[in-house]
């Protein structure tokens, strides 16, 4: 009997497209040697130059961590599962009485703030559960909760915790509305486009609710500002989109000693925890290392389906209603990960790891630090002014099309996958994803000057990089992608 591996949605593109595949072996370590050997463009994305896996794949043996074992060793029996669970942007919280529990449902009733009529016919099928009651709802009323972000995840989480009636929201966030928001972040509406995304978040929740206190910080989240916004704070929503932010989110909840409510999400994929917990791990405990940059794509490159935030926003809300309540059991130490196409959720124990950097018996980051370099992410390089060319592998959307109407031969190497290029393209321009290109670029000709695309530039400097590294020297990026050749070339096109 064979064995199975479980695939992650992000490296599905290099097992074609499959969500399981079966292998043989003894150990955990042959079962892996099978896959990539099956599957070869796995291997870079598992295992380091050194041939260890990576710190950023985490294997499950039938639902059990067994990182701190001697894990490729681990013997297997016919029919044991792996799963493979890498780390994904899209963000959550761990165990038992968690800190804010003790801060708010600590606090005697005497203390706590009184509800008006009007509060009490609101919230009346709350105080009819023995579980919430009068004082749960003033718990609730006493308590307030820090969202990081007003998008995906920040939209359902701060609707529902509003509307439960916590005391008081805060939101972090920096961003415009934008048409492409509105399929998923249900705070913003049509008329809102191109408003603060605080101001329409402001608008919304005091609509819903006006007895909530709505705080808003339009500042980005850093090292030098995090543990003073966290500060008046009982629990932390993380709803961030990008690595450095949730390293930094987790990092600051630990050394200020607040629970994180973690949720993250990838195009069919959704992870929720709570983190930061006396007792429970942290994020770092499961993930000690942020993936090398752009091995993991983003939501704005990956897509996402638009109700996942939705379900995976509500159990951030539900886990941090309940740490202010008190009651229940708090996702610490559990691991949920919901898959929306096969409406199937797995939870995966999370133990915490006495080693940890952060939360560990010796911790050795005690401060904040400087996330951007610790994800390995190059600072931006100052802005271009449009039609400039940054290097002598760069060239413009302006350029190119003075070249094609001159009748040069240049291939453009469109690198998206084929549902982008339906939206919108360069005509005559060739389809190759770029998880497709090391099998592939023999289909293209060495000799001939090509120019490279993809959305914004992104991916096609990688393939650049690659096809360089392969031998092509004729080749340049096409800057800011197919949005910048529709702004300077060509507006007829829909963006996307
Ligand atoms: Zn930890």
């Given at each position: 009997?064979?064995?199975?591996?479980?695939?992650?949605?992000?490296?599905?593109?290099?097992?074609?497209?499959?969500e399981?595949?079966?292998?043989?072996?003894?150990?955990?370590?042959?079962?892996?040697?099978?896959?990539?050997?099956?599957?070869?463009?796995?291997?870079?994305?598992?295992?380091?130059?050194?041939?260890?896996?990576?710190?950023?794949?985490?294997?499950?043996?039938?639902?059990?961590?067994?990182?701190?074992?001697?894990?490729?060793?681990?013997?297997?029996?016919?029919?044991?599962?792996?799963?493979?669970?890498?780390?994904?942007?899209?963000?959550?919280?761990?165990?038992?009485?968690?800190?804010?529990?003790?801060?708010?449902?600590?606090?005697?009733?005497?203390?706590?703030?009184?509800?008006s009529?009007?509060?009490?016919?609101?919230y009346?099928?709350?105080?009819?559960?023995?579980?919430?009651?009068?004082?749960?709802?003033?718990?609730?009323?006493?308590?307030?909760?820090?969202?990081?972000?007003?998008?995906?995840?920040?939209?359902?989480?701060?609707?529902?915790?509003?509307?439960?009636?916590?005391?008081?929201?805060?939101?972090?966030?920096?961003?415009?509305?934008?048409?492409?928001?509105?399929?998923?972040?249900?705070?913003?509406?049509?008329p809102?486009?191109?408003?603060?995304?605080?101001?329409?978040?402001?608008?919304?929740?005091?609509?819903?609710?006006?007895?909530?206190?709505v705080?808003?910080?339009?500042?980005?989240?850093?090292?030098?500002n995090?543990?003073d916004?966290?500060?008046?704070?009982?629990?932390?929503?993380?709803?961030?989109?990008?690595?450095?932010?949730?390293?930094?989110?987790?990092?600051?909840?630990?050394?200020?000693?607040?629970?994180?409510?973690?949720?993250?999400i990838?195009?069919?994929?959704?992870?929720?925890?709570?983190?930061?917990?006396?007792?429970?791990?942290?994020?770092?405990?499961?993930?000690?290392?942020?993936?090398?940059?752009?091995?993991?794509?983003?939501?704005?490159?990956?897509?996402?389906?638009?109700?996942?935030p939705?379900i995976?926003?509500?159990?951030?809300?539900?886990?941090t209603?309940?740490?202010?309540?008190?009651?229940?059991?708090?996702?610490?130490?559990?691991?949920?990960?919901?898959?929306?196409?096969?409406?199937?959720?797995?939870?995966?124990?999370?133990?915490?790891?006495?080693?940890?950097?952060?939360?560990?018996?010796?911790?050795?980051?005690?401060?904040?630090?400087?996330?951007?370099?610790?994800?390995?992410?190059r600072?931006?390089?100052?802005?271009?002014?449009?039609?400039?060319?940054?290097?002598?592998?760069d060239?413009?959307?302006?350029?190119?099309?003075?070249?094609?109407?001159?009748?040069?031969?240049?291939?453009?190497?469109?690198?998206?996958?084929?549902?982008?290029?339906?939206?919108?393209?360069?005509?005559?321009?060739?389809?190759?994803?770029?998880?497709?290109?090391?099998?592939?670029?023999?289909?293209?000709?060495?000799?001939?000057?090509?120019?490279?695309?993809?959305?914004?530039?992104?991916?096609?400097?990688?393939?650049?990089?690659?096809?360089?590294?392969?031998?092509?020297?004729?080749?340049?990026?096409?800057?800011?992608?197919?949005?910048?050749?529709i702004?300077?070339?060509?507006?007829?096109?829909?963006?996307?």
């Amino acid at each position: 009997m064979p064995n199975t591996i479980h695939i992650p949605t992000p490296l599905r593109p290099f097992t074609d497209k499959k969500e399981s595949v079966e292998v043989t072996g003894n150990t955990v370590g042959e079962l892996l040697t099978d896959l990539t050997t099956r599957h070869d463009g796995l291997k870079k994305h598992l295992y380091a130059d050194d041939g260890r896996l990576r710190n950023f794949v985490n294997v499950y043996l039938n639902d059990e961590d067994i990182r701190y074992l001697e894990r490729e060793a681990t013997p297997v029996k016919p029919g044991d599962e792996l799963s493979i669970v890498p780390s994904v942007a899209g963000g959550a919280p761990v165990t038992a009485a968690p800190a804010s529990a003790e801060a708010t449902a600590g606090k005697g009733a005497e203390s706590l703030p009184e509800l008006s009529q009007e509060e009490i016919q609101r919230y009346s099928r709350h105080l009819i559960m023995p579980e919430v009651g009068m004082d749960g709802q003033r718990k609730l009323k006493a308590s307030s909760v820090l969202c990081i972000g007003a998008g995906g995840l920040g939209s359902p989480a701060a609707m529902y915790l509003a509307a439960a009636g916590v005391g008081r929201i805060g939101i972090v966030d920096f961003d415009v509305v934008d048409f492409s928001n509105l399929q998923r972040q249900l705070l913003h509406g049509t008329p809102d486009v191109g408003r603060s995304k605080l101001e329409s978040a402001k608008d919304r929740l005091r609509a819903l609710n006006p007895h909530v206190e709505v705080d808003t910080y339009e500042t980005l989240l850093s090292s030098e500002n995090a543990l003073d916004l966290f500060a008046p704070y009982d629990v932390i929503l993380d709803g961030t989109d990008n690595f450095p932010t949730r390293y930094l989110v987790n990092d600051a909840c630990v050394i200020s000693g607040k629970p994180n409510a973690y949720g993250s999400i990838f195009r069919f994929e959704g992870q929720a925890s709570v983190f930061g917990v006396k007792g429970g791990p942290c994020y770092r405990c499961l993930y000690p290392e942020p993936p090398p940059p752009g091995l993991v794509p983003s939501c704005a490159e990956g897509g996402v389906f638009g109700v996942l935030p939705g379900i995976i926003g509500v159990i951030q809300a539900t886990e941090t209603i309940k740490l202010m309540l008190g009651v229940g059991e708090p996702l610490v130490g559990r691991f949920l990960i919901y898959d929306a196409l096969k409406m199937r959720f797995r939870e995966l124990k999370l133990r915490k790891d006495p080693e940890c950097p952060v939360c560990g018996t010796n911790p050795t980051v005690t401060k904040l630090i400087d996330y951007e370099q610790f994800c390995g992410i190059r600072p931006e390089p100052a802005a271009q002014p449009a039609g400039a060319v940054a290097n002598e592998w760069d060239t413009t959307p302006v350029e190119l099309k003075r070249r094609m109407d001159a009748g040069d031969d240049v291939v453009i190497l469109d690198v998206r996958e084929p549902n982008e290029y339906q939206i919108n393209r360069v005509e005559g321009s060739t389809l190759i994803p770029l998880g497709e290109l090391p099998r592939r670029y023999q289909e293209l000709d060495p000799e001939r000057e090509m120019v490279v695309m993809c959305k914004m530039g992104g991916r096609s400097a990688k393939a650049v990089d690659y096809l360089r590294s392969v031998g092509f020297t004729k080749i340049k990026n096409l800057r800011g992608g197919v949005l910048e050749w529709i702004d300077t070339v060509d507006p007829s096109q829909p963006k996307y």
